[in-house]
């Protein structure tokens, strides 16, 4: 499958699409966005006024048929990612999902298996694996700055949101119906999929989960240990009712350990005897773009391969399943 240019639909133009992923797929080479769709129409209409969109739609299987889009971009709730990406895929057209890929594992394989049958990549928008700042740390672990790796650790607290404390009107992101889960399975994810690009995958994974504060019926606390496919051990704890915020992961070796956040813009720190060395990086303006060239690019047919597939992403949600223990 080969593309002059990829021609883009976006379903479910909503906040994520304004800044962080819509408009970088207008400014890449070989790429446009040529249509979008949201369930309202004077929203879908005001989004593509806004963002020089020429088409759109309040209906997503007239978007995915529309014979002027290449490819879909799915940026609605996971809840509803099975159904757009299957009937993507039925149409013969790839597909860039939002993250996390579904609500469950089992959700995932079927989104690869249609994309397989109809012989159409797909993509998630694990955006990280592209970014300069996570180049970096592979860089530094492939030339082995902190000799062999023994250990990552990950801890991820935030306070309880005045937006998740009022029952009568929960942010989708807590709602398990559409999410999946509580703010684990949307955050957690992220750090998740980047230490799957790191360090290889996870293949066993233990934990527990719990609903702490009752402000939602999801879990709002998991805490968890795994072993990567290479031995190497990791543990994380995600709570989303502390007292205050904290984002650090460690990666530690036999000669040092780097030291980064998943969601901050503080440097990337690599201690070792010699002392402590650190980078930083500017955020991209369009988070989600450097990833979306790499899908281009492949798409387009030259040499670069997207580092985030239906395979790598559904690997990140087979180890959510197993630490909040969902069978």
Known sequence: MKFEKVRWGIIGCGDVTEVKSGPAFQKIKN??????M???SEKAKDYAKRHHVPKWYDDADALINDPDVDAIYIA???GSH??????????????????PMARNWAECQEMIAACKAAGVPLYVAYYRRAQPRFLKIKELLERRAIGEVRFVSTKQYQKAREAVKDPTNLPWRVQPELSGGGLFFDL??????????????????????SNQAGHYQAEDIVSGTYRF???IHGVGSWCFSAFEDEDVNEIIGSKGKITFSTFGDDPIVLTTADGKKEWSFERPQ?????????????LTGETTQCPSTGVTGARTNRVMDALVKRK
């Open 31 to 36: 790429s446009e966005l040529s249509a979008v």
């Open 38 to 40: 949201r369930r309202s």
């Open 76 to 78: 609605t709730p996971p």
């Open 82 to 99: 099975k159904e757009y990406t299957i009937k993507a895929a039925k149409a013969g057209k790839p597909v860039y999902v939002e993250k």
């Open 188 to 209: 957690a994810s992220h750090t998740l999929d980047i230490l799957d690009y790191l360090l290889g995958p996870i293949t066993e994974a233990e934990g527990f989960a």
């Open 229 to 231: 496919e290479s031995g």
């Open 286 to 298: 369009h988070v989600h773009q450097p990833l979306v060239e790499t899908i281009v690019a492949e």
